[in-house]
């Protein structure tokens, strides 16, 4: 079992900055990859960022690349969204996934475990 709680949700203004972390239990964290997810009201769910188990290869969706940064602490157990340059059409509920089984990481179909998701706001 795996649980995820986020954390470093809120309120910005377009062009700021936000970061995201997300906090796993477990004794495992090194051996899966890491992903984040967000869903802005109405939409779909959709990929944004993920991170593999020994934090090789990251992986981007186009709409954040070069804005957005993922990282891991394995020391801490910690996974984070840097998030620059935000967007208003950032404003999404975060959410925090593992990826224990393997899979395309840049679907949320892979992703065995989900936190309960964190509100970004960004505002023009």
């Known amino acids: 079992q795996v649980q995820l709680v986020e954390s470093g949700g809120g309120s910005a203004q377009a062009g700021g900055s936000l970061r995201l972390s997300c906090a796993a239990s477990?004794?495992?964290?090194?051996?899966?990859?890491m992903g984040w997810f967000r869903q802005a009201p109405g939409k779909e769910r959709e990929f944004v960022s993920a991170?593999?188990?020994?934090?090789?290869?990251?992986y981007y969706a186009d709409s954040v690349k070069g804005r957005f940064t993922i990282s891991r602490d394995y020391a801490k157990k910690m996974v984070y969204l840097q998030m620059n340059s935000l967007k208003p059409e950032d404003t999404a509920v975060y959410y925090c996934?593992?990826?224990?089984?393997?899979?395309?990481?840049?679907?949320?179909?892979?992703?065995?475990?989900w936190g309960q998701g964190t509100q970004v706001t960004v505002s023009s």
């Open positions: 477990g004794s495992t964290f090194g051996r899966y990859a």
């Open positions: 996934a593992a990826c224990v089984g393997g899979g395309a990481l840049t679907t949320g179909h892979a992703y065995d475990y």
């Open positions: 991170i593999t188990g020994l934090g090789i290869s990251t």
